[in-house]
């Protein structure tokens, strides 16, 4: 089969095609034959290596991670194949950290079954980003009616988000990104304001949208743009951090704090292992909104898997709206 490695870090230049055995599922996991991945951003931070940051530094052979969609081939030892009706021939969708393959195993403890009829973007989105979108906006403990603010909204999780915001009640979204064609990609992914924050005033403009302050910020870029938006916070408002795709690390001061603002992490393999039947029953949750139509997801660009460095090169230009998926 067809995989992707680097062995060295840097640019998309790095990403190889090789040739490599099929894995073999062992113990509770499956064997599933890919049919479209999702790729991922932070997998371009991972290839960076090192000079990425400390959290991004990981051992060569590099691997790229992604969220397979495709159908089950075989199973492992102690998967049984006739409980409840056997696995082998079903559409599933799984999250794993060497995705980028004809062929991935997966454990059957998170594997996602597709629903009938959902296309392959929406199906993508079951394994990770359905459920990060679900999982911030519940640990920034959103209420019906506040005002929420979503960074990089034309992301591929980011324009979940948006929608998911509204679904679960949220009276106003505003969401952040940079140039006219993301702007308007989010206003019409459910934005009520779009805001460029590429601009150096995007602050002020947030605060003219929400002059009583933000109840609720989805955060995945980190640095400046965190500690701007601290200041935008109603009383008791929370910011949320899922991810730090500036690569800047910078600390939060106490004192900005003390003007009842808090902020939380999510992690969603944190939020696995910490109760894994909710992590469970979130992944259910967002397969019924995406069954229902409640929520949609854009496919920017479908990629043959050779082109691996192309999806790469989309990311790091923010070139994309939405979703970038590499077919095997």
């Not at 679960?168 to 924050?197: C, E, P, S």
């Amino acid at each position: 089969m067809r995989r992707i490695r680097y062995y060295s870090y840097g640019g998309p230049e790095v990403l190889t095609v090789e040739q490599a055995d099929i894995p073999v599922p062992g113990p509770g996991q499956v064997l599933v034959r890919a049919s479209a991945i999702g790729a991922n951003f932070v997998d371009t931070k991972l290839r960076r290596g090192p000079s990425s940051g400390p959290i991004f530094d990981r051992p060569l052979p590099g691997r790229l991670t992604g969220d397979v969609v495709g159908t089950v081939e075989a199973v492992g030892p102690g998967v049984a194949v006739d409980q409840p009706a056997s696995l082998v021939g079903r559409r599933v969708a799984t999250l794993s950290e060497d995705a980028f393959a004809e062929y991935v195993v997966a454990d059957l403890d998170w594997l996602a079954e597709v629903p009938s009829g959902l296309d392959v973007g929406a199906a993508s989105m079951l394994p990770l980003g359905g459920p990060t979108a679900l999982g911030a906006l519940r640990a920034g403990r959103l209420a019906p009616g506040e005002t929420v603010l979503v960074h990089a909204a034309a992301g591929g999780i980011g324009h979940l988000a948006v929608q998911l915001a509204k679904v679960l009640g949220a009276g106003r979204v505003i969401a952040t990104a940079a140039g006219a064609a993301k702007l308007d990609f989010a206003l019409d992914h459910g934005a009520d304001v779009a805001i460029d924050y590429s601009a150096d005033d995007w602050p002020d403009q947030v605060g003219k949208a929400a002059p009583d302050g933000v109840d609720v910020i989805l955060d995945s870029i980190g640095g400046q743009t965190l500690l701007r938006g601290l200041d935008l916070l109603a009383p008791l408002g929370r910011t949320v951090v899922y991810g730090v795709a500036s690569g800047d690390f910078r600390e939060i001061p106490v004192t900005s704090l003390f003007a009842l603002r808090s902020v939380v992490g999510f992690s969603l393999l944190a939020w696995r292992a910490a109760d894994p039947e909710a992590g469970r029953r979130d992944v259910a949750e967002i397969a019924g909104h995406l069954a229902a139509g409640r929520l949609r997801t854009t496919v920017h660009a479908c990629l043959p898997l050779d082109e691996a460095a192309s999806a790469h090169r989309m990311f790091e230009e923010r070139a994309h709206r939405g979703r970038i998926l590499l077919l095997p």
